[in-house]
């Protein structure tokens, strides 16, 4: 537990890391992210296998992929208000259950419509009630320094598919893609619920201050949220162009890396790349995007967040030219390395935005709608190189709608509101303390 005397005096500048509970909580969110996201962003791994033993054409495999990140975007609203009514970790047990069957059924499938309904369907709940109330209860967590916590977040992001794209190529060359689900599902399982267990939903759960407090900021209340205050604020919310423009801005930024993360492999395998080695494309991409995951989130929290999104975005789409002319193992490593700059960054900043935004009140609803954006532009992007492939034999195309919806995600960002000031100035005379402390203390 967290003590006054442990917590920085006011006169003196906080720290930007001292131990607290908040870090276990960041581990904790970024296993789970780790281990429920990772099967579908190494999901071009299943193409090749699926295609060779069922006959599937590549657009109807990756429609349930897109399918997958359609139900996703649908639910994520749903799971972000769960979060902000019943808590993470009841959220977090429900959809790690559901992570289970989908998994060991995903592995049954013999029909396409089999793939549609456990991956596309089940899988697709799952990821949204297990994985979007986490970002808006770490922020919880946080008084200050938030974005040296989100940067740890969004590094674990990378760290995943970095991890699974090798091994699920291995498991698949070693014991065949339908084992390769089942193995994962109780893998997984047992991981995500030992995570489950030592998560708390606030500070207040183990008497604790939120990290970066001081002894001068109001002392804590071990309290709930009220539910129709939460809504009201919600309503709040969505009376402001941010709230509409962020999702579209995590729409066009997600349809600009599926297009990458789902066919990179296909791509590579027909010039001749062998599995395996199209698969490390993906880890060396996931793995050069930890950097900028980490760095990102900080950087927009010291500097100009608009500009240093939009540079992030400019900085995922203009790579994408190389893969016109890359035909050799080389060039596409160097391509993985140059496009994993920016695709790290890409979504570091949305947390700081919110938190600028909208200050220290209840974020889910609105970050659940920002992950509708990202899921529909997941869904697009992942099956659109599959669609124009089937129709054209190549992934043109598809290279073009990821370079332009990226800039156009970058000309967006510079288009919201200013940063300085909070939308909703009055929550905190309105509303009820977020453990026991105005939203004005944060700013």
């Known amino acids: 537990m967290t003590t006054q005397s442990e917590i920085p005096t006011p006169s003196q500048t ?58 996703t975007a649908l639910v994520s609203p749903f799971a972000g208000s769960l979060g902000d009514r019943f808590g993470a970790r009841k959220a977090m047990m429900l959809g790690t259950a559901m992570f289970f069957v989908g998994m060991i059924l995903t592995g049954m499938v013999t029909e396409i419509w089999h793939l549609y309904l456990t991956f596309g369907v089940l899988l697709g709940v799952a990821q949204a009630v297990f994985l979007v109330p986490l970002i808006p209860a770490a922020m919880l967590w946080f008084r200050r320094t938030l974005g040296l916590g989100m940067g740890v977040l969004m590094a674990a992001w990378g760290v995943g598919p970095a991890l699974a794209a090798p091994l699920m190529g291995y498991l698949i060359e070693r014991f065949g893609w339908q084992d390769t ?15 489950v267990v030592m998560f708390r939903d606030r500070p207040s759960d183990r008497g604790d201050l939120p990290y970066g407090a001081l002894p001068g900021d109001p002392p804590q209340v071990k309290a709930s949220l009220d539910v129709e205050k939460v809504k009201l ?69 010291r500097m100009g967040t608009r500009t240093v999104m939009a540079v992030a975005y400019v900085a995922q789409g203009l790579p994408v030219i190389m893969l ?120």
């Not at 996201?37 to 054409?57: D, H, K, N, Q, Y």
């Open 14 to 71: 906080p720290k930007a890391f001292y131990w607290h509970y908040a870090w276990a909580i960041v581990t904790i969110i970024a296993v789970m992210q780790m281990v429920g996201a990772s099967i579908r962003m190494a999901f071009g791994v299943f193409i090749e296998p699926l295609t060779v033993e069922f006959g599937w054409g590549q657009g109807s495999i990756t429609f349930a992929y897109a399918l997958s990140s359609i139900v």
């Open 324 to 443: 016109f002319w890359t035909h050799d193992v080389t060039m596409f490593y160097v391509f993985a390395i140059v496009f994993g700059i920016g695709y790290g960054g890409e979504a570091g900043g949305f947390p700081i935005l919110n938190r600028k935004y909208y200050g220290l009140a209840p974020v889910g609803a609105a970050h659940g709608f920002q992950m509708l954006g990202a899921g529909l532009g997941m869904a697009v992007g992942g099956w659109v190189g599959g669609i124009t492939f089937d129709l054209t034999g190549g992934y043109d195309i598809a290279l073009v709608v990821s370079i332009v919806t990226s800039l156009g995600g970058a000309v967006s960002i510079m288009l919201l509101e200013p940063t300085h000031e909070p939308l909703i100035p009055d929550w905190e005379a309105t509303t009820p303390a977020l453990d026991g402390q105005p939203e004005s203390v944060a700013r």
């Open 233 to 301: 604020f919600t309503r709040f919310m969505r009376n402001t162009a941010a709230y509409w423009n962020m999702s579209s801005i995590h729409f066009l930024g997600c349809v600009g890396h599926a297009v990458i993360l789902v066919y990179i492999i296909p791509i590579a395998i027909s010039e001749g790349v062998s599995v395996v080695v199209a698969a490390s494309l993906l880890t060396v991409m996931s793995g050069v995007s930890v950097i900028t995951r980490l760095a990102v989130p900080v950087m927009a929290e």
């Open 181 to 195: 689900f089942w193995i994962t599902a109780f893998g997984s399982v047992v991981i995500m619920f030992a995570m």
